[in-house]
Nanobody, 128 residues
Framework: QVQLVESGGGLVQAGGSLRLSCAAS????????MGWFRQAPGKEREFVAR???????DYAGSVKGRFTVSRDLAENTLYLLMNSLSPEDTAVYYC??????????????????????WGQGTQVTVSS
């Protein structure tokens, strides 16, 4: 098992930046596919980005070029650097983890229900 704790959310003006952190404990961090998701009020949880065990990264189209995922394997921490934020980015942001699945399609890790472990979320609010 792995336990996840997000931090770094807050209130920021449009155009600003935030860096979220997701600290993992338990089983070896590098064994998991790690994802970032977000959920705005009244909306379904949506995929933001994910990093595979080998380090390859995919982003949702809405954040590509603005958000950057990275990880520190020594510190068991996942990061999400968010630049050029807009009010549409306002949401609770979650990190999630799942052991890799054989022959998983590229879309598999974009589906929230395919992840087994979740953090409690951190609120990001972008004011206009």
């Amino acid at each position: 098992q792995v336990q996840l704790v997000e931090s770094g959310g807050g209130l920021v003006q449009a155009g600003g930046s935030l860096r979220l952190s997701c600290a993992a404990s338990g089983r070896t961090f590098r064994d998991y596919v790690m994802g970032w998701f977000r959920q705005a009020p009244g909306k379904e949880r949506e995929f933001v980005a994910r990093i595979r065990t080998g380090g390859s990264i995919d982003y949702a189209g809405s954040v590509k070029g603005r958000f950057t995922v990275s990880r520190d394997l020594a510190e068991n921490t996942l990061y999400l650097l968010m630049n050029s934020l807009s009010p549409e980015d306002t949401a609770v942001y979650y990190c999630a983890a799942v052991l890799p699945r054989q022959r998983a399609t590229i879309n598999y890790y974009m589906v929230p229900s395919n992840y087994d472990y979740w953090g409690q979320g951190t609120q990001v609010t972008v004011s206009s």
